[in-house]
Structure formats: structure tokens, C-alpha cells
T-cell receptor
Framework: GAGVSQTPSNKVTEKGKYVELRCDPI?????LYWYRQSLGQGPEFLIY????????DSGLPNDRFFAVRPEGSVSTLKIQRTERGDSAVYLC???????????????FGPGTRLTVL | AQSVTQLGSHVSVSEGALVLLRCNYS??????LFWYVQYPNQGLQLLLK??????LVKGINGFEAEFKKSETSFHLTKPSAHMSDAAEYFC??????????FGAGTRLFVKA
């Protein structure tokens, strides 16, 4: 079946602009995660959703970053007033997890490369 | 809170040699531990995981890792490196909930 997809694959924007990054999880996966990966670094946790609600958004760096998942499937990461330091690859993952204490593998998308000029 | 330290940002081995990638973690609760691999221009792929039970876990492509609670370590090994193993490897830890913390990664180079 289809994996996690992310659009766009590349996004170039100017400092101060607003961007939206989209993630389509694997069908039926209840948990969805956003990470940011800067060059030479590991993925940095941003937020995860269980269904429609953000279960943990402690990784969002500041109030310019916001994510939604209104119907419990597709998610959008929104960044306002972009800064050059926001340039990174934004990764999305999903898992089948229904209970916080159970293990389920996270399946990662290919990422969106965001460049802020 | 959880954290991960991967010792060595780059490791170089000869083809056929032992691969050892080091990972130490910190967790306030019994952790779930993971190793992921990222090949150039590809997404992250799970290599193996430790949840509970047997402390030596086997993964794909001949990799294995051992959970040592007393050393707070979860080192990744493979007896004999192949050229195709060249990639970036990430150790990760998860405590309660689904928040997963990744290490900075170790790039493995395999010399012919």
C-alpha cells in the first residue's frame, strides 16, 4: 500500500513569508508525528497527534509554528513569519498506535526540504 | 525526560570488518529504544527495536543491538560490513507516550 507522503518535496520561500507543509499518513494510522531535521543532525521532535488532537506539542520551537489534523488523517504544519533558521527538512511519520503504552513502528515520509532565503 | 548520545559522528570500517555504532541514552522511565537507518536521498527506515524482554535484539540486514540497562547503552553491531551498509544511522529513545528523541546520527563509511 501507499506510504506516508509529503508535499511539496521542496519549498523555497522568503524570510517573513507564511508556509504550509502537508503530510498524508498511511491509511488507518491513528498517530502522526512531525520532526525537523537540520543538516548533519538527527530528527528533532516537534509534535505528535493521536487522532485529531495534539497529544504532545512540546517540541514546537515557538508560537510561529502550528500544526493541525482536523479530521484525524491529513496534517498540515504551518510556519508563520519564516526565518532563515527554519531552513531544514521537515519529516512526517505515522503509526498504527492506539494506546500510548504499546509499541508500533513509525513509518516516515520522504520529507519536505524548506529553504528560507 | 529522554536524551540520546551517539558517540562518533563518523565511523569508517573496511568491508568485512565488524561494525560498532555506539549509543547511550537517558530516560526517567523504562525506555523503548530504536535504531533507524537513512540511506542517501531516502526516508528513515527502522532497523531494530527494544521494547521489553530479551535484551539482545536482531534487526534487518544482519544488524543487532544489545540493551544494557546498567550502562544505559544500546550499541548497534554487525559482524561483517558490506558496501551497501554505508548510510547514516540514528539511535532513538521513547519513554511514556509517543514522543521519540533521536540522536545526532553516525555516518558509516565502508571501504573496499
Amino acid at each position: 500500500g501507499a506510504g506516508v507522503s509529503q508535499t511539496p518535496s521542496n519549498k523555497v520561500t522568503e524570510k517573513g513569508k507564511y508556509v504550509e507543509l502537508r503530510c498524508d499518513p498511511i491509511s488507518g494510522h491513528t498517530a502522526l508525528y512531525w520532526y525537523r531535521q537540520s543538516l548533519g543532525q538527527g530528527p528533532e521532535f516537534l509534535i505528535y497527534f493521536q487522532g485529531t488532537g495534539a497529544a504532545d506539542d512540546s517540541g514546537l520551537p515557538n508560537d510561529r509554528f502550528f500544526a493541525v489534523r482536523p479530521e484525524g488523517s491529513v496534517s498540515t504544519l504551518k510556519i508563520q513569519r519564516t526565518e532563515r533558521g527554519d531552513s531544514a527538512v521537515y519529516l512526517c511519520a505515522s503509526s498504527l498506535t492506539k494506546a500510548a503504552e504499546s509499541y508500533n513502528e513509525q513509518f516516515f515520509g520522504p520529507g519536505t526540504r524548506l529553504t528560507v532565503l | 525526560a529522554q536524551s540520546v548520545t551517539q558517540l562518533g559522528s563518523h565511523v569508517s570500517v573496511s568491508e568485512g570488518a565488524l561494525v560498532l555504532l555506539r549509543c547511550n541514552y537517558s530516560s526517567s522511565v523504562p525506555p523503548y529504544l530504536f535504531w533507524y537507518v537513512q540511506y542517501p536521498n531516502q526516508g528513515l527506515q527502522l532497523l531494530l527495536k527494544y521494547t521489553t524482554g530479551a535484551t539482545l535484539v536482531k534487526g534487518i540486514n544482519g544488524f543487532e543491538a544489545e540493551f544494557k540497562k546498567s550502562e544505559t547503552s544500546f550499541h548497534l553491531t554487525k559482524p561483517s560490513a558490506h558496501m551497501s551498509d554505508a548510510a547514516e544511522y540514528f539511535c532513538a529513545v521513547r519513554g511514556r507516550g509517543l514522543k521519540t528523541i533521536f540522536g545526532a546520527g553516525t555516518r558509516l563509511f565502508v571501504k573496499a
